[in-house]
T-cell receptor, first 114, second 112 residues
Framework: EAGVTQSPTHLIKTRGQQATLRCSPI?????VYWYQQALGLGLQFLLW???????NRGNFPPRFSGRQFPNYSSELNVNALELEDSALYLC?????????????FGQGTRLTVV | SQQGEEDPQALSIQEGENATMNCSYK?????LQWYRQNSGRGLVHLIL?????REKHSGRLRVTLDTSKKSSSLLITASRAADTASYFC????????????FGAGTQVVVTP
């Protein structure tokens, strides 16, 4: 069974541009989570989608947005990129809310803003 | 502010020794989870312990939870070089459903 897949693996953008990151959850999982991990730091919760709806959001500005498609895959969009947005962006999925069960993580997209 | 906070920040041991790391949190939780991350890539789930549980085992891993002290510990027994990784605790608090909150992690280096 395929795990959580993220694309692209690496992304280099210029300050001010927009970045789109993609995530395909494990088959049968309806919840998708996005986290940001800046170099050497812990994971900061970004967004939680379930059944196509945004269920919870972390303390990030509105230029961080996303959506979940009918097939449960998800996109994270970051507008007006800033240098401090450079980080590893991790997507995770779970069969239901990652409260009663583990979250399965992808390998991440490393975003570099220059 | 972060919920899960690990201690120590870094730990260096030799193969065969035990490694212990701790996690403290601030508010009531539904459960606490431990994850491992190798070389800045994806996280791998290790153990989930619920708020009404006190101890869980999985292979060479032992996790304890003390809700009165709002703390947890992860013990890796008979460590191996392959255990070299960053270890994170994550909590699901009762007031923020679906939002696993991670600490900054403990970096463990196991020397052969």
């Amino acid at each position: 069974e395929a795990g959580v897949t993220q694309s692209p693996t690496h992304l280099i953008k210029t300050r001010g541009q927009q970045a789109t990151l993609r995530c395909s959850p494990i088959s049968g999982h309806t919840s998708v989570y996005w986290y940001q991990q800046a170099l050497g730091l812990g994971l900061q919760f970004l967004l939680w989608y379930d059944e196509g709806e945004e269920r919870n959001r972390g303390n990030f500005p509105p230029r961080f947005s996303g959506r979940q498609f009918p097939n449960y895959s998800s996109e994270l969009n970051v507008n007006a990129l800033e240098l401090e947005d450079s980080a590893l962006y991790l997507c995770a999925s779970s069969p239901w809310t990652a409260g009663d069960t583990e979250a399965f993580f992808g390998q991440g997209t490393r975003l570099t803003v220059v | 502010s972060q919920q899960g906070e690990e201690d120590p920040q870094a730990l260096s041991i030799q193969e065969g020794e035990n490694a212990t790391m701790n996690c403290s949190y601030k508010t009531s939780i539904n459960n606490l989870q431990w994850y491992r991350q190798n070389s800045g890539r994806g996280l791998v789930h290790l153990i989930l312990i619920r708020s009404n549980e006190r101890e869980k085992h999985s292979g060479r891993l032992r996790v304890t939870l003390d809700t009165s002290k709002k703390s947890s510990s992860l013990l890796i027994t008979a460590s191996r070089a392959a255990d070299t990784a960053s270890y994170f605790c994550a909590v699901l608090t009762t007031d923020s459903w679906g939002k696993l909150q991670f600490g900054a992690g403990t970096q463990v280096v196991v020397t052969p």
